[in-house]
């Protein structure tokens, strides 16, 4: 039996999984986090990314600081960006989880979706190249 056909079905359902794992816990978060406040930007982390694939670049992840819960929080956001987005001292509206005022979310971003619908519209062609091959369809 060729097993040709099998690799596409196997790489596209492992991507359908990575972008639905990822739409789910994004949709976890958004749920969880219903504190609203303005968070200061205090500054920027700087990490440079080595990739096999692309130049040297360097992204930014913003650092913020915030009250919630009676508490200051200094928070660093997961995702950092290509450009700095705001300007160190300005005020950001971030929704929040009250129990986990670390997790939080920056409001008007999309978290990352973009990147998990390409992995979910990559999962489905390679499930139908796959079955394509197969004779199935």
């Known amino acids: 039996m060729d097993l040709?056909?099998?690799?596409?079905?196997?790489?596209?359902v492992l991507f359908l999984f990575l972008?639905?794992?990822?739409?789910?816990?994004?949709?976890?978060?958004?749920?969880?986090?219903?504190?609203?406040?303005q968070a200061k930007l205090i500054g920027y982390e700087e990490e440079i990314v080595?990739?096999?694939d692309s130049p040297t670049y360097k992204t930014y992840a913003p650092v913020f600081q915030f009250m919630a819960g009676g508490q200051e929080h200094?928070?660093?956001?997961a995702v950092?960006?290509?450009r700095r987005q705001w300007g160190v001292g300005e005020y950001v509206?971030?929704?929040y989880d009250p129990?986990?005022?670390?997790?939080?979310l920056i409001d008007g971003d999309n978290g990352g979706?973009?990147?998990?619908?390409?992995?979910?519209?990559?999962?489905?062609?390679?499930?139908?190249?796959?079955?394509h091959l197969l004779g199935i369809w």
């Open 80 to 82: 950092g960006r290509r």
């Open 4 to 12: 040709g056909p099998f690799i596409p079905i196997a790489i596209g």
């Open 93 to 95: 509206p971030i929704s």
């Open 50 to 52: 080595n990739t096999a």
């Open 113 to 131: 979706y973009a990147a998990f619908t390409v992995m979910t519209v990559f999962g489905l062609a390679g499930i139908a190249l796959g079955i």
């Open 19 to 37: 972008g639905i794992a990822g739409y789910a816990s994004g949709s976890k978060m958004k749920a969880n986090c219903t504190g609203h406040t």
């Open 99 to 104: 129990l986990k005022p670390s997790s939080f």
């Open 74 to 77: 200094t928070v660093k956001h």
